[in-house]
């Protein structure tokens, strides 16, 4: 059955992914910094999330921090913790989130967003691994492995001066980039369907099911908001899908509906012929109202073979 958990099952049909899931895993092996890149909702939290998870720091905390949600004048305090009376309204001693992770994992989300006083301040809290709180003397041994991830380039904020070089290569000891959703389509409907089925879970109703010219639309779309937009979208559709047997395209947002479809696209493009094959097989299915056993028909394959290959397309699921 599938995990009640806050995430879904992780998805990684695509190569790319695959890869990205190989090194996550071979970077978990040793502590060292990590740095995540990859356009927004593409996944960068969900993998730091494996990387703790495969890491021996599994049984402590896995905190993300929001560096570009922080107050400017908060965000020290915050990271490093402050002794009381360091400013007005610190009332006693607080630990800082670099303390709260200890034995665990700290992801600094939006990475590029540290104004540079504090860019200098983490710079030296990661090289001396040591962390002083905001108005003590003291310094206190850090140990949690830090994660960075961020949508920025921050190559370019270096050559800006906008992110500062010593801490760039700090962190990126291993770099991973997390891939945008259309530069791996064939994860569209494995992950379509976890969100329908977790959507249908949450909902108590709802399809659990696609219609061929819907799947056409998730396929055709470029995704500009990556995972987290099918997210959304999927979990949108089964509310409004609700009390019928599939979603169908009127369930989907205008935005997926404006383009051309996955058939129409394909004409005049150059693709490998396994896509060729999948965007057919895809269309002849649509074509015969979804029954496989026409379908397979008019292919000219097996039922079985059809079966299987439309379960690597994730159409199909177990
Ligand atoms: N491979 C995947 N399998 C299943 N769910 C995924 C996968 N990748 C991302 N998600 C889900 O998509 C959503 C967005 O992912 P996540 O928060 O990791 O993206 P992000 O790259 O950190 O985004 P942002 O740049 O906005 O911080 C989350 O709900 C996450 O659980
Ligand atoms: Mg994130």
New binding site residues.
Partial sequence: MESQGE??????KSAA?QRVIELAKRAAKVDAPVLLT??????????ARLIHEASHRAPGPFIPVNCGALPENLIESELFGHVKGAFTGADRDAKGLMEAATAGTLLL??IGEIPPPVQVKLLRVLQDRQVRRVGSTESREVNARIIA?T?RDLEEMVREKSFRKDLLYRLKVVTIE?PPLRARSE?ILP?AH?FMRRGCQTYQCGPCALSAKALDRLLAYPWPG???EL?HVMERAVVLAEGKPKIEESDLPPELLGGATVAEVAEGELLPLAEIERRHILQVLERCGGSRKEAANVLGIAPNTLWRKLREYGVIQD
């Fill in positions: 995430s879904s099952e992780l998805v990684a992914m990859g356009e927004t909702g593409a996944g960068k939290e969900r993998i989300d939006e991830a949508h997390v994860d992950l976890g990556n995972v987290r997210e």
